[in-house]
């Protein structure tokens, strides 16, 4: 499971999984990604209903997957005693790499491929870029986790990961005219903690 704690103007929760091939104890390769169901702030609610504002639309662009391959390495590991009478073998790693994105961008509805939200206190639909390059990102990502086994295959993991990309969004009106752009640098922080098996 993954949610995001950084951004505040869009949300995203959803299913993740990861695997891990471990060169030696403290060194590991992965591959790991998720799919995220996004959804927008009461912050984009409240300014676009009562305000009739909005943020700019490359704030509010939503991941819909990622997908990554990292190193993971572990300066500390051993064993712990969370319950009297059992110990489980951990280790606390960090991790860096690089991998893919897959973004959705805000749109003014009744453009060509813009769907509504179906909420009526938000005025903009929702749309993958009409550019590949800008809907698809190349991205750098970090991350610090701990890991505890409480049995030899089974145990629990949790993560802090960052995932960081540039976007972009081509402002347009009513009859599709380009009328300005925004950029930003995302910085997407996440959670991730689920079932850790191991093979």
């Known amino acids: 499971f993954m949610a995001t704690l950084s951004n505040k103007f869009v949300g995203h929760v959803g299913p993740a999984l990861a695997l891990a091939y471990h060169v030696r104890e403290n060194f590991a390769l992965q591959l790991h990604g998720g799919f995220g169901f996004n959804f ?3 912050l984009v609610t409240e300014v676009n209903r009562y ?17 990554a391959f990292s190193v993971q390495w572990s300066p500390i590991y051993g064993k712990l005693n969370l319950i009297p009478g059992v110990l489980g073998d951990f280790d606390i790693y960090i991790s860096a790499g690089f991998g893919v994105a897959d973004t959705r961008e805000p749109c003014v509805v009744n453009q060509a ?18 550019e590949a390059g800008d809907r698809f990102k190349f991205t750098g990502n970090w991350g610090v986790g701990f890991r505890i086994f409480f049995a ?12 960081s990309y540039g976007e972009k969004v081509d402002d347009t009106n009513q009859n599709g005219q380009i009328i300005g752009t925004t950029s930003d640098i995302r910085n997407n922080v996440m959670v991730f903690v689920g079932a850790s098996f191991l093979l």
């Open 51 to 67: 305000e009739n504002l909005r943020p700019e639309f490359a704030d509010m662009k939503q991941l819909k997957w990622f997908s």
């Open 40 to 42: 927008y702030s009461n």
């Open 152 to 163: 030899d295959w089974f145990g629990v993991r949790m993560e802090l990961h960052g995932i």
């Open 113 to 130: 491929s813009c769907k509504s939200l179906n909420d009526p206190n938000l005025d903009f639909g929702i749309r993958p870029p009409p």
